[in-house]
């Protein structure tokens, strides 16, 4: 059974959905359209959360329930292996994942990524240093961004 709970963050708000078998979804959106059901597992997620954005939590403590493609995984993977307040571009997450020419692909599998924040997909930025795209918008990637190196958003 799918638990949900809106979760107000500096970034707007964001609905966060979870599964028997681990927290399945974060998601931008503009307004409260479903019953909230939250359960243990969302309410942790929203501590960690408040954490997060307060800046006393670097990494995220849940489990997760990831729903892609064997290639989409392996990126997430590569994902939660990027050091908070650190950024990698989209070549070297395909290097690490072993598909150094899929560049693109790696971008595809950042936008299917269906936990935001918790799998820090705004950590990958392109080879030149600009942000590239993110599904919550560019404002609240260079917001994530800047909160992890200490700025304000």
């Known amino acids: 059974m799918e638990s949900l709970l809106y979760y107000e963050s500096p970034i707007g708000l964001l609905r966060l959905r979870a599964e ?14 479903d019953v909230e059901q939250p359960g243990p597992l969302l309410r942790r997620a929203a501590g960690q959360l408040d954490e997060y954005f307060a800046g006393t939590r670097r990494d995220f403590d849940l489990p997760l329930a ?3 493609t064997p290639f989409q995984r392996r990126v997430w993977a590569a ?3 990027i050091p908070y307040g650190e950024t990698r571009s989209y070549r070297d997450i395909a290097r690490a994942v072993g598909s150094p020419r899929a560049c693109r ?5 950042n936008h299917a990524n269906p936990v935001m924040i918790v799998v ?7 080879a030149d240093g600009s942000l590239g795209g993110y599904g919550g918008g ?9 909160l992890e190196t200490h700025q304000n958003c």
């Open 105 to 109: 692909a790696v971008g595809m599998a």
């Open 138 to 146: 560019q404002e609240a990637k260079k917001c994530l961004l800047a």
């Open 20 to 33: 028997d078998a681990g927290l399945c979804g974060i998601d931008p959106v503009r307004s409260r359209d």
């Open 120 to 126: 820090p997909c705004h950590r990958v930025i392109c």
């Open 66 to 68: 990831l729903h892609g």
């Open 79 to 81: 994902l939660l292996a």
